[in-house]
């Protein structure tokens, strides 16, 4: 762990929320003990409720990389990660995650996932945004094509 | 629920997976009983780990929205949203999901995202991509100003 990293993801946390791009929040993701990517968060000047500093990192990481996997990186957030980032991260694979602030500093700040954490425990159709079921038959057919196709990438 | 929205992801979980875009993943996102956003996986043709369905789609509908919420939005996804996307949908707050196959079902074709769920029930630290705090007052005075400050736009 190497405090410079997690200092420049709380220096764009603050630079982005003075810039309004959104909450303030930063991310940085190095590899061979240098910075490929930074990002901070840009939910609501990009119109994107996706684009957390960890998606944003992310996703630029992975260009650079040319890849869609962060093997033998590190990501360096100014936050503990969302339940979407922690999904972000586990697809992305790096090799570890450190963090400044926790998720009860982000609830004090008025960023609570706490909800979305025990949503997630809650079998779907009883969800606050309930997710039901249809129409599986037809989907599965689709998942078959996938087993048999010889071409695939797996990911 | 309409049927032919949920025909549709199918179709575009189909498509993109023929074009090898990606796994065989497709999203569409109503509203007024219109579609105003599409999507299908494109994790491997874009080199990026966050570009599921409905991740690809959501973003789309904010941008057509010109909207960080998918207030009053309902949305049609061929599979049972992994807890990254599910992590969108709630942030992204649309009325309600509707998904053909179940995460068995896809973990049958090799998407299993039952241990990104165990893992969100695991301490940060203690987790198999280790998530470690270091650092915390820092970014906990970013916070402070956030709190303070007066032009922020809440989301």
Known sequence: M????LDRAIELAEFGMEQNHGGPFGCVIVKDGAIIAEGHNRVTSDNDPTAHAEIV???KACDELNDFQL?????YTSCEPCPMCIGAIYWA?????????????AAEAGF???FIYEELNVPPDDRT???KSAERKKAIRVFEKWIKKEDKIDY
């Not at 190497?2 to 990293?5: I, R, S």
């Not at 450190?98 to 500093?105: F, G, L, Q, V």
């Open 2 to 5: 190497e405090t410079k990293f």
């Open 129 to 131: 945004i309930s997710m």
């Open 57 to 59: 990192a992310i996703r």
């Open 112 to 114: 609570d996932d706490h």
């Open 93 to 105: 694979r790096p090799n570890k995650v450190y963090y400044a602030a926790s998720r009860e500093d």
């Open 71 to 75: 093997t033998d990186c590190d990501i």
